[in-house]
């Protein structure tokens, strides 16, 4: 039997994630479209997303907030490229995410002193490896296996090395110890449901003194570029880009802000997060047929949720099946405007994956879940009929 209740809003895609609730397109009237970004107007909506992001993320006085190009990816590659190679470097790895880094410093920077610390999809790799001595680049949160690390206690506050995390599936819904932390980035379109375009760049002032003391010997494309003569260009952290960025999704950012101030700022996004995250571990705890990727419960991601189909005739099937028969799951409910993009990520364990973020609300959680049941019993009656 079908359910009968739907849940209002079907995205639980894990980024682009769902707009806030009540989010209409008029949220962005009051956009400086066809304004030039270094108008007055146009930096002050700029300064306004660093302002407002420092305020409701209790970042420090003294790190520097920067918009960058190109989203998350952007804004990491811009930290790598500018600060590694100093130092030996730890490459913590865990899914695909932390992969592509671990590819980029290998392949691309080719740096020579680079140890992989590495974990498959559903673990956490050994943090206590880690050499203070070192920079370290990992993901706070692995996006497309669901694992996190549970806190910063394994980062040394007496560390010399820096520690670079891409943290776009994690700030806003989790805890971040910023006094651990030297660069830390983001997206917009992630826990706030902001719209895809610009990354957020956070430095702490020993990023900065690396920058001013270190050049790298590769070239640094000039979107890359944050020193001037050897000093920071303290502008790009006071809302003039490097190059130009859309004033549409900069408004949208600042409503996602205001939305997130408006309901009781960070403790209360984390809330409703982890509010989420519970009604489906509730429904999992519950379930014949499905479990977590994540094995350890304290590194469980409480946004991007990843799930395993447990069901012996599942199991049985070659990958090539469990791919199949997960992705019938994710079409039948995507027909039935139920759930959006809840396939697992292309390089994991097929499953399903389910955005438990802020922006979600609980109730629509909470009605996915009977469908949940009815699709995978859809399937199963499918795959019977057809042995
Ligand atoms: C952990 C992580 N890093 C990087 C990215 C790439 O982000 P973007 O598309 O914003 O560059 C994603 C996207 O989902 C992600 O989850």
Redesign the pocket.
């Known amino acids: 039997m079908k359910p009968s209740l739907r849940p209002q809003c079907p995205d639980f895609s894990?980024?682009p994630c769902a707009k806030r609730p009540g989010w209409t397109p008029a949220a962005l009237k009051d956009a400086a479209t066809g304004r030039s970004h270094r108008s007055k107007i146009g930096k002050a909506k700029l300064k306004e997303v660093i302002d407002r992001t420092r305020s409701v993320l209790g970042i420090p006085a003294d790190y520097r907030i920067g918009i960058v190009p190109?989203?998350?990816?952007?804004?990491?590659e811009m930290a790598m490229w500018s600060l590694l190679g100093a130092r030996p470097v730890d490459l913590l790895t865990w899914e695909s995410?932390?992969e592509?880094w671990v590819s980029d410093v290998q392949k691309q920077l080719k740096l020579k002193d680079a140890r992989v610390i590495k974990a498959p999809y559903g673990k956490l790799p050994d943090l206590a490896q880690v050499d203070p001595s070192h920079d370290v680049v990992f993901?706070w949160?692995?996006?497309?296996s669901g694992v996190k690390v549970p806190n910063g206690d394994w980062i040394s506050a007496e560390r010399e090395g820096l520690t670079i995390c891409?943290a776009?599936?994690a700030v806003f819904a989790m805890d971040l110890p910023w006094a651990k932390l030297d660069v830390v980035t983001?997206?917009w379109?992630?826990v706030m449901g902001g719209e895809?375009a610009h990354?957020m760049l956070v430095l702490s002032p020993r990023a900065v003194a690396r920058l001013e003391s270190y050049t790298p010997s590769w070239p640094m494309p000039k979107i890359f570029r944050m020193t001037s003569g050897g000093k920071i260009s303290e502008g790009i952290f006071k809302g003039e880009t490097i190059n130009t960025p859309s004033m549409l999704a900069a408004e949208d950012a600042i409503d996602g802000l205001k939305w997130g101030e408006g309901i009781g700022g960070l403790k209360a996004l984390i809330g409703r997060s982890q509010k989420n995250f519970a009604a489906l571990a509730k429904f999992v705890a519950a379930s014949s047929w499905l479990d977590f990727l994540a094995s350890d419960a304290a590194s469980r991601s409480n946004t991007?949720v990843c799930l395993l189909i447990k069901a012996p005739w599942f199991k049985a099937l070659d990958d090539k099946g469990q791919q199949a028969a997960a992705k019938r799951i994710v079409d039948l409910l995507e027909t039935e405007k139920v759930a959006y993009d809840i396939g697992h990520y292309r390089d994991a364990p097929p499953g399903l994956r389910i955005w438990c973020g802020s922006t979600v609300e609980t109730a629509d959680i909470e009605a996915l879940c009977p469908w949940l049941d009815w699709a995978f019993a859809q399937v199963e009656s499918e795959m019977k009929q057809a042995a």
């Not at 949160?141 to 497309?144: A, D, K, M, P, S």
């Open positions: 894990s980024g190109a989203s998350d990816t952007g804004a990491v995410f932390g592509g993901t949160n692995g996006t497309t891409d776009t599936s983001w997206s379109q992630k895809g990354g991007s």
